[in-house]
């Protein structure tokens, strides 16, 4: 079983709608979450963290429920510019950071 | 701030020989550098994990003598790709934390994609 788990999409979706993308991580000892963004052929950049009271930035809101070891990012009335693949991302040992494979998120107009 | 550069951007080499992939902080010391890779339609993959001034430490699988790691300073750490072959061809990025400041922010470089005919 892979360490974190994603839906690989693609999600296509009309502009202006609200998409939900879900993680799932394995080990029960994990202490920081993530959502980050990778471009094609970029480097991933960090879109948010996520927290166990849920938090909130612009149009993008996490939630993080530690029972389930599940991890949820919701992005509303979405636009062009938010296609991109969206990777869960958790730190389990130490410093160190484990990615999902990703979720591939087209917004079409 | 926390700018990550690398250099390449991306390589062409042929089979047997080797490559050097620069990864600089620019505006922060970087106490940890990460080296990561990605093959296409997969998830970055943790390589190693280099301290400034101290051996690397390799993930599970990633042979040490293949992919060898310097972190001289606290900016500049490099990943050279001895004898590379077809199966090497990648994407490679490099990221700096912070250490004890923030343990578990990395800041990525741009990421060089290698190419081994």
């Known amino acids: 079983r892979k360490e974190v788990e994603q839906d690989p999409g693609p999600f296509n979706v009309p502009e202006g709608a609200t998409v939900a993308f879900n993680c799932t991580y394995s080990n029960s000892a994990s202490q920081s979450f993530f959502w980050y963004r990778q471009d094609c052929r970029k480097e991933p950049k960090l879109l948010m963290s996520?927290?166990?009271s849920g938090n909130e930035d612009g149009r993008f809101t996490a939630q993080l429920n530690r029972a389930s070891q599940y991890i949820s990012l919701l992005i509303r009335d979405s636009k062009l510019s938010d296609s991109a693949t969206y990777l869960c991302?958790?730190?389990?040992?130490?410093?160190?950071?484990?990615f999902g494979a990703g979720t591939i998120l087209r917004v079409k107009s | 701030g926390a700018v990550v550069s690398q250099h390449p951007s991306w390589v062409i080499c042929k089979s047997g020989t080797s490559v050097k992939i620069e990864c600089r902080s620019l505006d922060f010391q970087a106490t940890t550098m990460f080296w990561y890779r990605q093959f296409p339609k997969q998830s970055l993959m943790l390589m190693a994990t280099s301290n400034e001034g101290s051996k690397a430490t390799y993930e599970q699988g990633v042979e040490k003598d293949k992919f060898l790691i310097n972190h001289a300073s606290l900016t500049l750490s490099t990943l050279t790709v001895t004898s590379a072959h077809p199966e090497d061809s990648s994407f490679y990025i490099c990221s700096g934390g912070q250490g004890a400041a923030d343990p578990y922010e990395q800041y990525f470089g741009p990421g060089t994609r290698l190419t081994v005919t």
């Open positions: 996520v927290y166990s």
């Open positions: 991302v958790v730190n389990t040992y130490g410093n160190k950071l484990v």
